[in-house]
Nanobody, 116 residues
Framework: QVRLVESGGGLVQSGGSLTLSCAASGSTFEFAVMGWYRQPPGKERELVASVVSGGPVYSDSVKGRFTISRDYAKNTVDLQMSSLKPEDTAIYYC???????????WGQGTQVTVSS
């Protein structure tokens, strides 16, 4: 059974930094896509960044401010967030999926709140 455990959320002032971490277990993840999504208050869940075979992919809203990194040996994916803005406030979710299959898993979510 796939399990994703997130950590690192919290409250930070505008312009500050946070790092989110996600540890995956319960399967082999070599060919899985791992990434981070977020759901701002009152809005739909959206992609933040993911690691695919060709390299990292970022949403336009976080390019240049966030960095995603994946450790294939430890089955972890981290999201380093800098220059945070109030509009980055959201619940952040770790995601693992195998493209072309129904296997798509989510973490429990971690709250990130950026105060102005």
């Amino acid at each position: 059974q796939v399990r994703l455990v997130e950590s690192g959320g919290g409250l930070v002032q505008s312009g500050g930094s946070l790092t989110l971490s996600c540890a995956a277990s319960g399967s082999t993840f070599e060919f899985a896509v791992m990434g981070w999504y977020r759901q701002p208050p009152g809005k739909e869940r959206e992609l933040v960044a993911s690691v695919v075979s060709g390299g990292p992919v970022y949403s336009d809203s976080v390019k240049g401010r966030f960095t995603i990194s994946r450790d294939y040996a430890k089955n972890t994916v981290d999201l380093q967030m800098s220059s945070l803005k109030p509009e980055d406030t959201a619940i952040y979710y770790c995601n693992v999926q195998w493209i072309g299959t129904p296997h798509d898993y989510w973490g429990q979510g971690t709250q990130v709140t950026v105060s102005s």
